[in-house]
């Protein structure tokens, strides 16, 4: 196993948190489109059978609720982890700090990283390889300082 691989595994589970986050607020979002009009209630006057099951509107509203509280715990989740890890970071390099900030607390991809710390150098489009391997080596450092922090 490598000498990263907890620390690797531990930030890794944290990014899932985040994954699974942003899936049920996606899923919130596609309900609110959907059925963010529901139909309007039956004013004919005219039975429709008086069944005792929810109708459309209170499950879109049931559903809608209940996402929102799985949302609202998946934040309070998350946030708690990010304060169990966070301390961990306070004596990396302010490089280091900023890639496992934006990697790992807020989900950014390395493509993105890359294009939010060197993006606005005159050189970025020809040199966003050299760029990326930067950011994977500063990655890696940062990796190995938490691994051996950790085993101490």
Not at 17 to 36: C, P, Q, T, V
Not at 94 to 108: C, E, F, S, V
Request: proline share 3%.
């Amino acid at each position: 196993m490598k000498k990263t691989q907890f620390i690797k595994n531990r930030l890794n589970r944290h990014r899932k948190m985040l994954e699974k986050f942003e899936a049920l607020k996606e899923e919130l979002s596609f309900i609110m489109a959907r059925y963010g009009s529901p139909r309007s209630p039956n004013l004919s006057g005219v039975p429709s059978g008086g069944s005792s099951e929810l109708t459309e509107t209170e499950q879109i509203v049931h559903k809608k609720m209940e996402l929102e509280e799985k949302i609202r715990n998946a934040a309070a989740e998350i946030s708690d982890d990010w304060s169990e890890l966070s301390p961990l970071f306070n004596d990396l390099g302010p490089m280091q700090t900023l890639i496992i900030n934006l990697r790992y607390q807020y989900g950014a991809s390395w493509k993105d990283i890359c294009k939010q710390i060197y993006g606005r150098r005159e050189d970025y489009d020809g040199n966003m390889d050299l760029y990326m391997k930067r950011i994977y080596n500063e990655h890696g450092r940062a990796l190995l300082f938490l691994s051996e922090r950790h085993s101490t």
